[in-house]
């Protein structure tokens, strides 16, 4: 009886995470710990650096079956629907809304609910710093090339640059899932980040002159121009590039909700309880693709580095055409709006608003910035498509 006991225990033992844990799950799990700080204690977008740093310690937990990355990236290039009911883990179920390309969309339908579009009506100029600052992905997407990485994997690579996690996610899981984790973390990483890495190239790119100038207030914009807005933009950036349709539909029928006034429930809906359930599954799920067998190679550093690359080109971008309107107009539009391309709605327009209020105090530039930053969301997501439309056929 005691040796069955004792067999017992030592079973126990032989099974537990303890005596399986290897050095890079460990590695790993101490990653995710810095990252929970960042969300935790430096409030760096914590809703989604927070769930995607648990789901990084959930993978990397030995003997715990939570995600099994070869059900979905296989030689078959198919999800493997046999073994997923048969040895299916709890985090490869809810995965299966990024593979199959279902959250990112419903993210955009709520960003969409929550997005004034008026700076951009009243001033659609901005829309040019909103394109110029997507730069940054077509850099590093040949930079990606040159450091040999192929055409589907330079293009989520590239797709960093944009600063927007959705569209980073959406474009790489039909590119190159076996980089998801590498490039969402980095893209997040990076959005979390841009209070510190814009500022610099601000003021590296202008004139002291140039970011004390005061623009001029925007023009109201009527309640038609609001619903034919986004309407009229789901049609033709859909008819120009139809890999792009599923988040410029969503993201401009979540916008079609909230100015059209005749269902403020499912505005709420959307960009609340809908954005906050699919915030926390999208999250976790992408946390867990950055297992140590796939995030601990040479390939993982390469990305980080390009995507700051893209991410400092793209804010380039937008202030150096910023720079070139506001010469052509005779000053009257402050460069520094252009750095909020980027699409980090709305760090990077407070940005913008902040650098240019330490150059004159009296200076109020958060909703020119909104312009270029809302025009950066559909400027990335038009990227997207574009770059999907290219490689897609390549995979």
Same mark, same amino acid.
């Given at each position: 009886?005691?040796?069955?006991?004792? +067999?017992?225990?030592?079973?126990?033992?032989?099974?537990?995470? !303890?005596? /399986?844990?290897?050095?890079?799950?460990? =590695?790993?799990?101490?990653?995710?710990?810095?990252?929970?700080? =960042?969300?935790? %204690?430096? %409030?760096?977008?914590?809703?989604?650096?927070?769930?995607?740093?648990?789901?990084?310690?959930?993978? /990397?937990?030995?003997?715990?079956?939570?995600? $099994?990355?070869?059900?979905?990236?296989?030689?078959?290039? $198919?999800?493997?629907? *046999?073994?997923?009911?048969? #040895? %299916?883990?709890?985090?490869?179920?809810?995965?299966?809304?990024?593979?199959?390309?279902?959250?990112?969309?419903?993210?955009?339908?709520?960003?969409?609910?929550?997005? +004034? !579009?008026? &700076?951009?009506?009243?001033? &659609?100029?901005?829309?040019?710093?909103?394109?110029?600052?997507?730069?940054?992905?077509?850099?590093?997407?040949?930079?990606?090339?040159? =450091?040999? !990485?192929?055409?589907?994997?330079?293009?989520?690579?590239?797709?960093?640059?944009?600063?927007?996690?959705?569209?980073?996610?959406?474009?790489?899981?039909?590119?190159?899932? $076996?980089?998801? %984790?590498?490039?969402?973390?980095?893209?997040?990483?990076?959005?979390?980040?841009?209070?510190?890495?814009?500022?610099?190239?601000?003021?590296?790119?202008?004139?002291?002159?140039?970011?004390?100038?005061?623009?001029?207030?925007?023009?109201?914009? #009527?309640?038609?121009?609001?619903?034919?807005?986004?309407?009229?933009?789901?049609?033709?950036?859909? !008819?120009?590039?139809? +890999?792009?349709?599923?988040?410029?539909?969503?993201?401009?029928?979540?916008?079609?909700?909230?100015?059209?006034?005749?269902?403020?429930?499912?505005?709420?809906?959307?960009? /609340? *309880?809908?954005?906050?359930?699919?915030?926390?599954?999208?999250?976790?799920?992408?946390?867990?693709?950055?297992?140590?067998?796939?995030?601990?190679? &040479?390939?993982?550093?390469?990305?980080?580095?390009?995507?700051?690359?893209?991410?400092?080109?793209?804010?380039?971008?937008?202030?150096?055409?910023?720079?070139?309107?506001?010469?052509?107009?005779?000053?009257?539009?402050?460069?520094?709006?252009?750095?909020?391309?980027? #699409? @980090?709605?709305?760090? @990077?327009?407070?940005?913008?608003?902040?650098?240019?209020?330490?150059?004159?105090?009296?200076?109020?530039?958060?909703? $020119?910035?909104?312009?270029? /930053?809302?025009?950066?969301?559909?400027?990335? @997501?038009?990227?997207?498509?574009? =770059?999907? @439309?290219?490689?897609?056929?390549?995979?």
């Amino acid at each position: 009886m005691l040796e069955i006991f004792l +067999d017992s225990v030592q079973k126990l033992i032989n099974g537990s995470g !303890f005596m /399986n844990l290897t050095g890079g799950q460990a =590695l790993m799990i101490l990653v995710s710990f810095v990252l929970m700080y =960042l969300a935790i %204690g430096r %409030g760096f977008e914590p809703l989604l650096l927070l769930p995607i740093a648990f789901g990084m310690l959930l993978t /990397n937990l030995p003997m715990a079956g939570l995600y $099994h990355p070869e059900i979905f990236i296989n030689d078959t290039g $198919h999800i493997l629907w *046999e073994q997923l009911g048969n #040895s %299916g883990g709890l985090l490869d179920y809810l995965y299966l809304g990024v593979k199959l390309g279902i959250y990112p969309p419903l993210i955009f339908l709520g960003v969409g609910c929550m997005t +004034d !579009f008026g &700076p951009l009506i009243a001033n &659609p100029k901005s829309f040019l710093m909103g394109a110029a600052a997507q730069l940054g992905i077509f850099i590093a997407f040949f930079g990606a090339l040159l =450091l040999g !990485f192929t055409g589907p994997e330079a293009g989520s690579i590239g797709i960093i640059g944009g600063a927007d996690g959705p569209t980073a996610i959406f474009t790489t899981t039909q590119l190159a899932p $076996h980089l998801l %984790g590498s490039v969402a973390i980095a893209a997040y990483s990076y959005m979390a980040l841009v209070p510190i890495i814009q500022p610099p190239i601000m003021k590296l790119l202008t004139t002291k002159k140039m970011r004390a100038i005061r623009m001029e207030q925007l023009r109201p914009v #009527s309640k038609l121009e609001r619903i034919v807005f986004p309407i009229l933009v789901a049609v033709v950036v859909s !008819f120009l590039v139809p +890999d792009t349709a599923p988040l410029i539909g969503m993201l401009m029928l979540g916008n079609l909700f909230r100015e059209s006034g005749v269902a403020d429930r499912l505005s709420k809906t959307a960009q /609340n *309880e809908l954005m906050n359930i699919v915030t926390i599954f999208l999250g976790t799920t992408v946390g867990a693709t950055a297992s140590a067998e796939r995030f601990l190679t &040479p390939q993982t550093l390469k990305i980080i580095a390009l995507g700051l690359c893209a991410f400092a080109i793209g804010t380039a971008g937008g202030v150096l055409l910023g720079d070139l309107m506001c010469i052509i107009t005779g000053g009257k539009i402050n460069p520094l709006i252009g750095s909020a391309g980027v #699409s @980090a709605v709305p760090m @990077a327009a407070r940005v913008s608003q902040k650098v240019g209020q330490k150059e004159n105090p009296t200076n109020f530039l958060l909703m $020119h910035a909104m312009g270029p /930053n809302v025009s950066g969301v559909i400027g990335s @997501a038009v990227a997207a498509g574009v =770059l999907l @439309a290219i490689l897609k056929p390549l995979v």
